[in-house]
């Protein structure tokens, strides 16, 4: 069993564990959707948006996030058979900053700050992620974007860069627990690179949504449906380490 107090630095995919992007992506794709008749089902749309936004990031590694995510809005118009302005694909790459935080994120992100430290690897560029960051009220101590590595998760080169950066911070790799929810993105790559993972599983066992599917089986070595829910289980693992040493 996980022990989540054996480590000292909690590194976090953003977009679907701590901000709610399925929401916010399908509230910027609604003037799209509006031109459809009928409209596409919200999940046809996430999916449709997974597959695209995979096979853009992979194509176009040096493309900023909110650049990367024009283009998609483009290949989604063109798949819908609809057509879309460049202003309405600028505005869907503009997004990103409006998209909302989960309501539980704030709060355990504040209560983990004070066992861990916490660093950001998300597939963002950085001034989308300042807006972001914004939304979720806590100091990162270290914050690691697509934009500053120069590929997009799953690539290796990312969770390589995580490592680096922690032994930066004084912690080595052992020290370093992954926490996400897209087992494609994160969980296969994280552990190829040898790290423990959590799955914050957003969609409660659901499949589908904005996030393909892993390629591959995949264990997370502990799974939770919140952040809250993580939150609390470290915390009372700390009290039932504390009773035992009283």
Known sequence: MLRLSDFRVLSFDCYGT???WETGILAALAPLAAKCAPAPAPEALLALYARLESAQEAET???IYRELL????ARIAAE?????SAAENAAFGASIGAWPAFPDSPRALAELKRHFKLVILSNVDRDSF???NARLGVEFDAILT???IGSYKPDPRNFAALIARVAELGHAK??????AQSLYHDHVPAQRAGLKTVWIDRRAGKSGGATPAPKGAVRPDATYTSLA????AHRREVQAIGARGA
């Open 61 to 63: 590694p040096e493309l």
């Open 229 to 232: 829910e993580f939150a609390d």
């Open 18 to 20: 701590l901000i709610d």
């Open 130 to 132: 300042r807006a972001s």
């Open 70 to 73: 024009t283009r998609v809005h």
């Open 174 to 179: 052992g020290e370093l627990l992954h926490v």
């Open 146 to 148: 697509a934009q500053d």
């Open 80 to 84: 819908l058979g609809v057509t879309a």
